[in-house]
C-alpha cells in the first residue's frame, strides 16, 4: 500500500462505482468483497486502518456461546459458519484456541454440557474440537491458576483466536491487491446530491489539508460507533442508528493464566461472561458492556470496569490481579444497532448486523462483530450494487485466502502473524536489524519500516498500537522504547527533530488511557 499512489489515483479518477467510508472491520469487509467481484472501490478512513473497536476487541473469532445462552440460534450458526472461513482463509492470523469453563455449582454443568454439544453440532464439518465434560482434578490440570476451593469440574470447549489490528491490515493490503484504492488520514466532511439522490462526498486530506470533491455511483457508510454522524449528513433530522457499548479489557503477564488455555468464566456479578485468554505471551482479561452515551475516538476505561474485572476475575484465579499488575487497559466502543423499545441493558441488543438504505440511497452497514466481517461485507456489496445499478457480479470471498496466506505457520515466531511476508521482512537491511527493540515484547527496525513502507503507517501511534501490538501489550514498556521507534520512523520519512517531539507528545498523551 502506498499513500502518494492512492492519492493521485483519487485525483485521476472521476467516477467510482463505490465509496466506503471507514476503515475498520466492516469497512475492510465490504472493500475486499467489492474489489473482487470487480467494481472501482475507494475505501476512505479518517484515522488509521482499525483505529477503533476494530483493534480493541476480545482477539476472538467465535460462534458465540453466550448467544446460544441467549436463545439467538441465527446469530450463532452465521458466526460459526464464518469462523470456518476465517480460519481457512488466514490460517496465520486465526487459530484455534481451548476454552476452559469451571464449575462451582452442579446445576451449571448439564447446560454448558449439553449446550456445547449443540455448539459442535451447529459448526458441523467447520468445528474446531468437540466439547469435553472434565472432572475436578482434569480441571485443575489444564488450568493450574484456577481457585480449587469449592471446584466440582468443568467443560472444555473449541474456539477461535486472531489477532485483530493485523487482520484489518491484511485485509486492507488485500483489497488494495485486488485492485480497491484505500486511503488513511482523510475524512468525509459532507455528502454532495443530485436530485436529493446522493451523488458523492466531500473529503478532507488530513495530512496535506488539500480538498476533494469525490463522485461515487452508491456510498457506504461503515463508520461503527460514528454512523450517526454520517446518517445526519445525510439527513440532519435523522434519529441515532447506533446505541454504543463500551467494553474493557485488561492485560496481565503471562503467569496469571499458567498454561496454553484460555478461560471463560460463565457468571458474573452483571449476568455477563468473562474471558481470560493468552494472547501474544500476554493475558487479555474481558470484558465489560457498558453503555456509553457519547463516542469518542480515544474511549477511557471507567474505574468500577476495572474494578469489575479484576473482582470477577480474581473469584477464579489462585493468583489474584490487583491494578499494579495491569500492564495495559484497552476500551473499545461496539456499534450495537438501536431498536425500538430497548431495555437498558445493552447485553440484551442483538448482536446482528444490518444493512440500511436512505430515501437519498445511503447505505449503512451497522452492528456485527468482527467473525461475521465477511458476511457483513457480502450483504453490503449485494445491496450497493442494487442501488448503485452497478453490473451484476456474485460474491468472490468465501474461499478467497487472504494477503500472505501461510496454511502452517510457526507461531512460536512472533512474525508468524505477517504469514509469508515473513521471510521478505527478515531479509530487509542488516541481520541486527531483526533484534528486538524491547524484552517485553517484539519489535524490530525491519518491523518499523516494513510499516511505513508496506503497510501505510504515518504516525508513531500507527505502528506501536496497530501495525505492531506493544500498546496493548505493556504501555509502560512501550512508552520507554517510544523514542527509539519516533527516531526510527524519522529517519526513514527524512522527518526532523521537531516532528519526532510533536509525535511524542501526541502519543504520550493518547498512552494515558492505556495506563492505571
Known amino acids: 500500500m502506498n499513500r502518494e499512489k492512492n492519492i493521485s489515483r483519487l485525483r485521476a479518477i472521476d467516477q467510482w462505482d463505490l ?14 468483497d467489492a474489489a473482487k467481484r470487480g467494481y472501482k472501490t475507494l475505501l ?41 472461513i476465517m480460519k481457512s482463509n488466514a490460517p496465520h492470523l486465526v487459530k484455534d484456541m481451548s476454552f476452559v469453563i469451571p464449575f462451582y455449582d452442579w446445576w451449571n454443568s448439564p447446560f454448558y454440557g449439553l449446550g456445547l454439544k449443540v455448539y459442535d453440532m ?59 484504492t484505500l486511503i488513511n488520514y482523510i475524512e468525509v466532511i459532507g455528502l454532495t446530491k443530485e436530485n436529493e439522490l446522493i451523488s458523492g462526498l466531500e473529503v478532507l486530506d488530513h495530512q496535506s489539508g488539500e480538498k476533494f470533491t469525490i463522485n461515487a455511483n452508491v456510498v457506504i457508510n461503515a463508520t461503527g460507533v460514528f454512523s450517526d454522524q454520517i446518517v445526519k449528513m445525510d439527513k440532519p433530522e435523522a434519529q441515532p442508528v447506533i446505541r454504543p457499548s463500551q467494553g474493557v479489557h485488561l492485560v496481565l503477564e503471562r503467569t496469571f493464566l499458567d498454561g496454553d488455555h484460555a478461560i471463560m468464566i460463565p457468571h458474573t456479578s452483571d449476568g455477563r461472561v468473562l474471558f481470560a485468554v493468552p494472547w501474544h505471551n500476554h493475558v487479555v482479561v474481558g470484558t465489560t458492556d457498558t453503555p456509553i452515551d457519547h463516542a469518542d475516538e480515544e474511549p477511557k476505561a471507567l474505574e468500577e470496569e476495572i474494578t ?71 450483504d453490503t456489496i449485494n445491496t450497493a450494487a442494487l442501488v448503485g445499478g452497478l453490473k451484476e457480479q456474485k460474491c468472490k470471498t468465501k474461499k478467497l485466502k487472504l494477503h500472505a496466506y501461510e496454511e502452517q505457520p510457526d507461531r512460536d515466531n512472533p512474525l508468524h502473524v505477517y504469514g509469508s511476508d515473513r521471510i521478505i521482512i527478515e531479509s530487509m537491511g542488516k541481520p541486527e536489524d531483526n533484534k528486538s527493540l524491547s524484552e517485553k515484547f517484539y519489535i524490530s527496525k525491519n518491523l518499523i519500516l516494513w510499516s511505513i513502507e508496506r503497510e501505510m503507517a504515518i504516525h508513531l501511534e500507527d505502528v506501536i498500537a496497530r501495525r505492531v501490538r506493544c500498546l496493548f501489550l505493556d504501555a509502560y514498556e512501550t512508552v520507554k522504547i517510544a523514542p527509539k521507534v519516533a527516531k526510527i520512523m524519522a529517519d526513514a520519512l ?9 509525535e511524542l507528545v501526541h502519543f504520550n498523551a493518547i498512552t494515558k488511557n492505556y495506563i492505571l
Open 122 to 180: 451447529m459448526a458441523g464439518k467447520m468445528g474446531l474440537g468437540p466439547s469435553t465434560l472434565l472432572n475436578k482434578s482434569e480441571t485443575i490440570e489444564l488450568i493450574n491458576n484456577v481457585k480449587q476451593d469449592g471446584l466440582k469440574g468443568g467443560v472444555i470447549y473449541h474456539d477461535g483466536q486472531f489477532d485483530d489490528a493485523r487482520m484489518a491490515i491484511t485485509l486492507a493490503i488485500t483489497a488494495t491487491e485486488l485492485g480497491a
Open 308 to 378: 469489575f474485572i479484576l473482582s470477577n476475575a480474581s473469584q477464579y484465579m489462585t493468583k489474584k490481579p490487583t491494578l499494579k499488575d495491569v500492564k495495559s487497559v484497552f476500551a473499545g466502543l461496539r456499534p450495537l444497532a438501536a431498536q425500538q423499545g430497548d431495555s437498558a441493558e445493552t447485553k440484551e441488543v442483538s448482536r446482528h448486523h444490518k444493512v440500511n438504505v436512505s430515501t437519498s440511497g445511503l447505505i449503512s452497514v451497522l452492528g456485527g462483530k468482527w467473525t461475521t466481517y465477511r458476511k457483513m461485507g457480502e
Open 44 to 84: 476512505l478512513e479518517k484515522s488509521d486502518f482499525a483505529k477503533g473497536t476494530s483493534s480493541r476487541s476480545t482477539k476472538l473469532v467465535h460462534g458465540g456461546v453466550r448467544y446460544l445462552q441467549n436463545g439467538d440460534i441465527s446469530l450463532v450458526i452465521e458466526a460459526l459458519k464464518e469462523r470456518g
Open 494 to 502: 527524512n522527518k526532523d527533530q521537531e516532528w519526532i517531539e510533536k
Open 19 to 32: 465509496v466506503i467510508i471507514g476503515g475498520g472491520a466492516s469497512g475492510l469487509g465490504a472493500a475486499v
